[in-house]
């Protein structure tokens, strides 16, 4: 009996040491980072795999992360409302006996691992900012004073940093001799040894001469009821500044003339719904034809990184949808080259409903390749919308409305009423130049204006 329960005892122990560290996953294409609204779990509870254990919120939608593994949570590392960087760790969990092989085994890895590597367990300084963004400074006193362009300490630098009481701030200053600017255990004790000659010295910035300079104005902002942003119109916030700030924004405009593709859809809207129990909205038609004049012109379904552009084999149109609360959030039709118009319409009418209803899921907002934004739903004429990160142009499509235009008949010039439309496309002129953002807008409205009236729905 005292043998079992000293075998007993011993498995207790390897499960408790076998912690597991789960990380913010990806949650689409160019988000970075995500607040946290609320845990599910508190520490001490016990958590199964793929159970929801947090939820967070991007500036695309709101989203529940799983638990990758079966056990007890032992640590959560951040608050709600707390920013988290995308790869972050955010909860610390004891496997249990009933993970699944793969989780012991990548455990089993990491322990064997920081054995080898004589490294402390994880997770020894309590710090949200292990990445630090460092500003150069000079270097007055040591060759051991200097700066990383790695910013990123490992687990046994901060333990020793934490037993000498060596601040991040203080980190960042020592020359780093490590691949890639790591900071290396060797670099850290040798400033030590010298007396730690960076402790007190003040990190200055080296002006930049060519760049730009917020002027602070005091300005008088008045008086009035305070309205604070909510977590998503801060997030779109940051990510309208991100992209003036990114891309430098030209704006191409054209008009359309709609008269033949308002007639045909207002002959056929009704059959179409009583067909197919599906809306035939404008948007639709709009995606169908802005699909094709991408597949017509390939660069401008790019992204940029650094020096490289990336041509993108997929036509993603995201549809820039107003939500009830007023802030905005982009559906993404996907694939919308390869789909006829019922499939388009069912797309929309699918991704509209589930915006009004605030049930969007983050597969529904990730992956756009291109955005419209359709501002003649509110009565504008036309708009200069902000560039929908990190693509490389958005479209903005008018109210359509009727006026006397001077056409040319057999007959000679001639006026008549026509429905016309102005489009304007914001494009990103690092890539983008006139004639190809020109020519792009063009050929959407010549696919509006030749629209064929004898399809059959």
């Not at 990380?23 to 793929?50: H, Q």
């Not at 030209?250 to 067909?275: G, H, I, L, P, S």
């Not at 905005?328 to 019922?342: E, G, Q, R, S």
């Not at 693509?391 to 409305?401: F, H, N, Q, S, T």
Request: glycine fraction near 4%; hydrophobic fraction near 40%.
């Amino acid at each position: 009996m005292l043998v079992i329960c000293v075998i007993l005892f011993l498995i207790k122990i390897n499960i408790i040491f076998m912690e597991f560290e789960l990380k913010m996953p990806r949650l689409g294409e160019s988000i970075t980072e995500a607040a946290i609204i609320n845990w599910f779990k508190n520490v001490g509870d016990t958590i199964e795999e793929d159970e929801m254990i947090l939820e967070v919120a991007t500036d695309k939608v709101d989203s529940e992360v799983p638990s990758t593994v079966s056990g007890v949570i032992k640590e959560l590392l951040f608050e709600p409302n707390d920013i988290i960087k995308i790869g972050a760790t955010i909860a610390i969990i004891e496997v249990t006996e009933s993970s699944n092989s793969d989780n012991k085994k990548n455990l089993n890895e990491d322990i064997k691992e920081r054995k080898e590597n004589n490294l402390p367990k994880k997770s020894l300084l309590k710090n949200k900012n292990t990445n630090l963004k460092v500003k150069s400074e000079k270097n007055p006193k040591s060759s051991n004073i200097g700066v990383q362009n790695n910013t990123f300490f490992s687990p046994l630098i901060i333990a020793i940093a934490k037993e000498q009481h060596i601040s991040f701030e203080e980190l960042a200053r020592i020359r780093a001799t490590g691949k890639d600017g790591r900071l290396r255990k060797s670099d850290l004790y040798q400033y030590i040894e010298e007396g730690r000659p960076a402790q007190f010295v003040q990190p200055t910035s080296e002006p930049d001469p060519t760049a730009y300079r917020i002027p602070q104005l005091n300005l008088d902002k008045g008086t009035g009821k305070i309205v604070k942003m909510d977590r998503m119109r801060q997030m779109i916030a940051d990510h309208m500044v991100y992209s003036k700030h990114t891309s430098p924004h030209v704006t191409a405009y054209v008009e359309a003339d709609m008269t033949e593709m308002v007639k045909w859809r207002n002959e056929n809207k009704v059959a179409f719904q009583e067909k197919y129990n599906e809306r035939l909205t404008f948007t639709p038609l709009f995606v169908e034809a802005v699909a094709k004049a991408v597949k017509d012109f390939p660069m401008i379904n790019v992204t940029v990184d650094g020096e490289n552009i990336i041509v993108k084999e997929s036509i993603n149109i995201g549809m820039a949808t107003a939500l009830p609360s007023g802030n905005l959030i982009v559906p993404v039709v996907k694939n919308a080259d390869t789909k006829n118009l019922l499939d388009l319409a069912k797309d929309v009418n699918k991704l509209a409903n589930k915006a009004r209803e605030n049930k969007l899921k983050a597969d529904d907002v990730q992956g756009s390749t291109f955005t419209i934004s359709n501002v003649g739903t509110f009565g504008s004429v036309m708009g200069t919308p902000i560039i929908n990160q990190p693509e490389v142009a958005i479209l903005a499509l008018g109210i359509i409305k009727k006026r006397a235009e001077v056409m040319e008949t057999p007959n000679g010039d001639e006026i008549a009423i026509r429905s016309m439309m102005y489009l304007s496309l914001s494009f990103d002129h690092r890539v983008v130049d006139g004639y190809l953002g020109g020519s792009f807008v063009r050929r959407i409205a010549d696919y509006f204006e030749q629209f064929d009236t004898n399809r059959t729905i």
